[in-house]
Protein backbone atom coordinates (compact mmCIF):
# COMPACT_ATOMS: atom_id res chain seq x y z
CA UNK A 1 0.00 0.00 0.00
CA UNK A 2 1.06 3.37 -0.53
CA UNK A 3 1.44 5.93 2.03
CA UNK A 4 1.99 10.04 1.39
CA UNK A 5 3.93 11.40 3.83
CA UNK A 6 4.19 15.43 3.78
CA UNK A 7 6.02 17.84 6.21
CA UNK A 8 7.66 21.69 6.06
CA UNK A 9 4.41 23.61 6.30
CA UNK A 10 4.27 26.44 8.15
CA UNK A 11 3.53 29.90 9.61
CA UNK A 12 5.26 32.28 7.05
CA UNK A 13 5.11 36.41 6.64
CA UNK A 14 4.78 36.90 2.68
CA UNK A 15 7.61 37.10 1.15
CA UNK A 16 9.28 34.70 3.21
CA UNK A 17 10.31 30.53 1.93
CA UNK A 18 9.20 27.29 2.92
CA UNK A 19 10.38 23.85 1.51
CA UNK A 20 8.36 20.93 1.52
CA UNK A 21 8.93 17.22 1.37
CA UNK A 22 7.10 13.95 0.40
CA UNK A 23 8.01 10.72 1.80
CA UNK A 24 6.48 7.78 -0.30
CA UNK A 25 6.03 4.58 0.92
CA UNK A 26 5.62 2.02 -1.74
CA UNK A 27 7.05 0.54 -5.76
CA UNK A 28 5.13 3.55 -7.67
CA UNK A 29 7.46 6.26 -6.85
CA UNK A 30 10.50 5.39 -8.83
CA UNK A 31 7.64 5.04 -12.21
CA UNK A 32 5.07 8.05 -11.48
CA UNK A 33 5.31 11.43 -12.50
CA UNK A 34 4.51 12.83 -8.97
CA UNK A 35 2.98 16.47 -8.24
CA UNK A 36 1.77 18.87 -5.21
CA UNK A 37 -1.62 20.08 -5.19
CA UNK A 38 -3.21 22.60 -2.44
CA UNK A 39 -6.66 23.05 -1.53
CA UNK A 40 -7.23 26.71 -0.07
CA UNK A 41 -10.42 27.10 2.60
CA UNK A 42 -13.62 27.07 0.36
CA UNK A 43 -12.03 25.89 -2.75
CA UNK A 44 -11.02 22.95 -4.64
CA UNK A 45 -7.89 20.77 -4.69
CA UNK A 46 -5.27 22.31 -7.15
CA UNK A 47 -2.32 20.78 -8.99
CA UNK A 48 0.83 23.77 -9.13
CA UNK A 49 3.46 21.56 -9.64
CA UNK A 50 4.36 18.48 -11.54
CA UNK A 51 8.02 16.43 -12.14
CA UNK A 52 8.09 13.67 -14.52
CA UNK A 53 10.20 10.43 -13.96
CA UNK A 54 13.08 12.32 -16.43
CA UNK A 55 12.93 15.38 -13.89
CA UNK A 56 10.33 17.63 -16.38
CA UNK A 57 8.85 20.47 -14.28
CA UNK A 58 5.39 22.07 -15.16
CA UNK A 59 3.90 24.62 -12.87
CA UNK A 60 0.66 26.64 -12.10
CA UNK A 61 0.89 30.19 -14.26
CA UNK A 62 -0.21 30.78 -10.43
CA UNK A 63 3.45 29.39 -8.41
CA UNK A 64 5.66 29.72 -12.09
CA UNK A 65 8.96 31.85 -11.20
CA UNK A 66 8.44 31.32 -7.07
CA UNK A 67 8.18 27.63 -6.36
CA UNK A 68 10.13 24.50 -7.72
CA UNK A 69 9.96 21.45 -7.80
CA UNK A 70 12.41 18.37 -7.26
CA UNK A 71 12.35 14.80 -6.48
CA UNK A 72 15.40 12.39 -5.18
CA UNK A 73 14.11 8.72 -6.95
CA UNK A 74 17.02 7.75 -3.81
CA UNK A 75 14.77 9.10 -0.93
CA UNK A 76 11.20 8.47 -2.98
CA UNK A 77 11.10 12.06 -2.01
CA UNK A 78 9.64 15.20 -3.99
CA UNK A 79 10.07 18.34 -2.43
CA UNK A 80 8.39 21.99 -3.30
CA UNK A 81 10.30 24.81 -2.70
CA UNK A 82 8.64 27.83 -2.15
CA UNK A 83 10.17 31.69 -2.53
CA UNK A 84 8.25 34.91 -2.30
CA UNK A 85 5.26 33.67 -0.32
CA UNK A 86 2.33 35.42 -1.04
CA UNK A 87 -1.12 35.80 1.22
CA UNK A 88 -2.82 33.93 -1.55
CA UNK A 89 -0.51 30.74 -1.14
CA UNK A 90 -1.79 29.75 1.75
CA UNK A 91 -3.80 26.64 1.79
CA UNK A 92 -3.30 22.43 2.77
CA UNK A 93 -0.31 21.45 0.72
CA UNK A 94 -0.55 17.47 -0.31
CA UNK A 95 1.74 15.18 -2.59
CA UNK A 96 -0.06 13.09 -5.16
CA UNK A 97 0.79 11.11 -8.32
CA UNK A 98 -0.05 12.89 -11.73
CA UNK A 99 -2.66 12.41 -12.71
CA UNK A 100 -3.83 11.34 -9.30
CA UNK A 101 -3.58 7.08 -8.72
CA UNK A 102 -3.29 6.94 -4.64
CA UNK A 103 -6.94 6.81 -3.10
CA UNK A 104 -5.13 7.64 0.43
CA UNK A 105 -3.97 11.14 0.01
CA UNK A 106 -1.90 12.22 2.82
CA UNK A 107 -2.38 14.15 5.81
CA UNK A 108 -0.83 17.13 4.02
CA UNK A 109 1.04 19.87 5.11
CA UNK A 110 -0.59 23.14 6.07
CA UNK A 111 1.18 26.34 4.69
CA UNK A 112 0.17 30.06 6.26
CA UNK A 113 1.10 32.78 5.30
CA UNK A 114 0.31 36.32 6.85
CA UNK A 115 0.07 39.39 4.88
Known amino acids: QVRLVESGGGLVQAGGSLRLSCAVS????????MGWYRQAPGKQRELVAS???????NYADSVKGRFTISRDNAKNTVYLQMNSLKFEDTAVYYC?????????WGQGTQVTVSS
Open 51 to 57: ITTRLST
Open 26 to 33: GSIFSIKT
Open 96 to 104: NTVPVVVIS
